[in-house]
């Protein structure tokens, strides 16, 4: 595929970058004294130097011939040096950041390019979302490449979204320069049971000669995921068990190694790796979702390299999949991924390779950040008013909360959250009615949950029950929930709910706390309802004190919020609570809050 | 890249083969009791099963859901089975047949896919040639992959061709569906100076997506080779030495290992692999060059992985090398290369996998071959009159032979040949003048050679002296002469000469052996006086005639025809004979014939 990613394409100055490696004519950088990371051979080359002109590699070896006198050299001091990284599925959303900053924030820590899967803006604000986040983009050197939505709404038929996406808004983003691919296509359903409209989906994709990014998230690894593969999907990071990622891989599918702020993967999954010997060429590492604290407190890439080192993975292959091993996945290699000449100069010098400790970081050649911070200036973006007036709903009393239920008692379809895991577990429990309502039970960590619809002012909302938070007192709410993106709220009682989802209503959503009538932590999301239109720092803050608040309500969970916002999603098992109502994942159908009433 | 070479494209049939793993529909074919060589993993997996449908693996697996009625199910019987072999760079002229009846030929030895470069015929009659190959090719299911040849001439400047190819003929093939990049760029001097001509025909490739194939060919891994693979080429077939292809591949090239008929160079090559742990991904197997002899007695892409088996390289690693690492270098392993679900369904079965013994061969799902036949029609294919009609040059007498020339001796720059390479080194020998004339030395094996401008009867021609055929008597000629394809002939007499070449001008072009006057060996090749209009074993007959024949005029060698067929090819090292003169291959420069005479 072509890169539209580099400050050259390599036609316009391939005659020159052969020049360069000849001695002809002078480099514009050159690295030297480096311990390169060879990701095709997966070997280190002590004592390596490297020459860069126009943006790209010129040369790998003795490059005294390319050192003119305006020729920066740069000693890497015995460091290694490595490409730097490629998030071959994130978020951007997740991080709560504009893309901007999460560039600033992130380029310290090795990145250079990230496969952008924007859905949750486009859920929002459809294509109109994409386009903006696009545009933020273009104010920092991250490679920021698109895998254009695919699944808007997520499953069809459970949920309200602002936008939907269909064959046709695929295929034409497909001729946008910063597509090279398509999402995760998370409607597995659609696609296992052909239906016809997702599959048009994949294969508007497919015509153009571009990647489908996948998303198969059920322990089923036989005739399913064959029928999910056999459609041209490419790659998935929903494997939770070592024999997911193994099974793809062994059907020519890249396993994505996740291991992001909610949902730490890598423990069950390195194995697939380490305890045998295979080719490891069809593994990455991503980080999928990664929450302002994580970016802050961990880092990015180089976190997740480090924690796969941990995991037994050797350091070299564990490079290879964040660097060569993305780029083959998106047919890249030929541009980005390997410290190789005509590649775009895109690398990271390493001190400790175990701790994965990034000190400087290159972007087509130019060095963009070291000792942990961005070098370059990002300039302002401005999202459009468009994109930040998105809270569409009236403001609601406690009437509006109420769970009507006939009888002394009825079994009730709980949701059971594990913490940090995407799964959930239908739990019946026979809870009590009293005054004709069921309520939250905060004894038994039953509290209700209800999701409004946000987008169109319809008024369409839906209640369940979850447990596992262990919440005491007050309420958590959020436009954050995936992918919808609608207004939920959990609360141990309504009066307390009600401030929560009408603070938000006021603010252009976010993420707010209440405790005792009071709001004792908030998250101002102004861009869609998803996004910060502050720095991370701040960002960051503010989600700190929203940690705090978090405990103060008797959360023990390090991401109740990040786990809250994925009960609304209809495509993970095997609960869901969506605007429409529970949704049974396993069957794909639309069930009762009350299994049972009993008189 | 998009694949137009599968049956059905993944887009039009997706939806029905995720309903085939589903068990939904039913296979076409399913084939049972395999040992699958996992080439993504690299692994052996017992007891196996694939289903197949629209020409496409639908699941890997327990397929027993996906047989129905009407499935054709095949018992592998516990042997291997592999993805079907691609050759990854192969000139089909070499093989003197026609594409469909090349195809006929390798089918039997499980080759699927082949990356043809049909730059001998595209010297002789320009993109048309190419054109009549591609529909030649048609009538059988072999995947036929255009390279555009993309030096015609070889080297500019050095030799009179029958066309030429500049950017704006590359830049319309590359709109071709047959073509998947550009053939080998022998003008490596082009490309590591700077030339924008050149660079100009790699740059309409990489415009296009498409992958530029390579040829760099000196013992220099350095400033050369970087400024050599910065240009965008991202494959060599070239190497001779370990440390070629070891420079190669962690530069990011893909080293294409050859083991063609009359070079072999697997067994200096190996050691790359063999000697250290080094990640294999980026080494391929390849023919490059492949005489009918060849073909029939020993096979294709089996024959060398047999031979790499040979040199120690792992069997599985081996497979990887002609199926998934050819495919990932052409960026097409989304669709070729391994047995997952969406691929096409090009498989081998194979019994012995030391001796990479194949049983059967299928393509997009049909069993084409099977016990060393090819089981499908290949219909007829007649060349255009433009290509049967290609000699043209008027018919010479012993006065057009004379090397003439003053003095008593001269030290004469000679050509040593060295069998089964493609180096020759010069040697500068001091031969006797006799009435002004310097002869054919057969005593001491220093032979006159002559090559004749044959495409535009310009009458051009010279003259040079070869070492190493240790022919005694008579003469050999062919219009098989890399890659101008003029008519060259070697002879220890004029006259044997002369009735060589005007027999090759009577039947438009081939091999012929002459002694004491009399035509004793003679392959007639009509097709641009490169290619057979009949089947292997009419024209390996033909062959083994004229391997009597130079046996029978004192050569040893096992292929002097093929040796002899690229001493004008000056993008070789070290001293070349092309109709224009004697070409030093290390600096490019015209050099006389006599380096000092002696009065």
């Not at 891989?249 to 994505?256: D, E, K, P, Q, S």
Request: proline letters at 4%; glycine letters at 8%; charged letters at 25%.
């Amino acid at each position: 595929m072509v890169n539209n990613f580099c400050s050259v394409p390599l036609w316009k100055c391939s005659a020159r970058l052969s020049a360069v490696a000849m001695g002809n004519e002078k480099a514009d950088l050159v690295i030297t004294n480096a311990r390169l990371i060879n990701v095709c051979t997966r070997e280190i080359i002590e004592d390596a130097q490297v020459a860069v002109a126009y943006g790209r590699i010129a040369m790998v070896g003795d490059c005294s011939k390319c050192i003119g006198e305006n020729t920066k050299v740069v000693d890497a001091e015995n460091n290694y040096l490595a490409p730097a990284f490629l998030d071959g599925h994130i978020h951007v959303e997740s991080s709560m950041l504009s893309v901007g900053e999460y560039a600033k924030v992130t380029m310290p820590h090795g990145t250079a390019g990230i496969f952008m899967d924007p859905h949750e803006i486009c859920n929002v604000l459809g294509l109109d979302g994409v386009k903006y986040m696009l545009e933020d983009a273009k104010r920092a050197p991250l490679k920021t490449m698109l895998t254009t939505p695919s699944c808007v709404p997520a499953v069809p038929g459970f949920e309200d979204t602002g936008a939907t996406i269909g064959p046709e808004d695929v295929a034409e983003t497909m001729k946008w320069d910063e597509c090279v691919g398509l999402g995760e296509m998370m409607n597995f359903p659609g696609i296992i049971y052909s239906d016809e409209r997702t599959h048009a989906i994949v294969g508007e994709t497919l015509k153009a000669g571009k990647t489908v990014t996948g998303h198969y998230s059920v322990p089923e690894t036989e005739n399913g995921l064959n029928a999910y593969i056999a459609a041209g999907i490419r790659c998935c990071h929903e494997s939770t068990r070592e024999i997911d990622a193994l099974a793809k891989m062994r059907l020519g599918m890249y396993a994505m190694f996740r291991e992001g702020s909610a949902w730490h993967d890598l423990k069950e999954l390195a194995p697939a790796l380490t305890k045998r010997n295979v080719d490891s060429r069809f593994a990455c590492l991503i980080s999928d979702d990664t929450h302002p604290h994580t970016l802050k407190k961990y880092g990015h890439l180089d976190h997740i390299v480090k924690r796969a080192i941990e995991e037994g993975i050797d350091p070299l292959t564990a490079i290879q999949m964040v660097t060569i091993n993305v780029a083959q996945c998106f047919s890249l290699d030929h541009e980005l991924g390997s410290i190789t000449p005509s590649k775009c100069a895109d690398m990271v010098i390493i001190s400790d390779l175990n701790e994965c400790k990034v000190e400087k970081t290159f972007i087509d050649g130019k060095l963009v950040a070291e000792n942990g911070k961005t070098v370059v200036e990002i300039k302002d973006y401005v999202y459009p008013a468009k994109a930040i007036n998105t809270v569409h709903m009236a403001k609601i009393t406690e009437d509006d909360l109420k769970v009507k239920a006939e009888g002394v008692s009825a079994d009730v379809r709980t949701i059971e959250i594990i913490p940090e895991k995407t799964t959930t577990y239908e739990r019946i429990v026979n809870m009590p009615i009293e005054n004709g309502e069921i309520k939250s039970d905060v004894k038994n960590d039953l509290l209700k949950m209800a999701v409004f619809e946000r987008h169109n002012n319809t008024g369409k909302h839906a209640f369940g029950f979850v447990k596992g938070f262990g919440i005491k007192s007050g309420a958590l709410a959020q436009t954050v929930a995936h992918d919808a993106h609608n207004l939920s709220v959990i609360g141990t009682n309504d009066k307390d709910m009600v401030i929560a989802v009408n603070a938000l209503i006021e603010c252009g959503g976010g993420l707010v706390a209440v405790k005792d009538g009071k709001i004792i932590g908030k998250v101002p999301l102004p861009i869609a309802g998803l996004i910060s239109d502050k720095s991370l720092e701040e960002t960051d803050a503010l989600v700190s004190s929203l940690e705090t608040a978090w405990k103060e309500v008797g959360c023990k969970h390090p991401s109740p919020f990040m786990t809250m916002g994925i009960i609304p999603l209809a495509c993970l098992p095997e609960l869901r609570l969506t605007d429409r109502g529970l949704v049974d994942c396993r069957t794909f159908k639309f069930v009762d809050l009350i299994a049972e009433s009993h008189k």
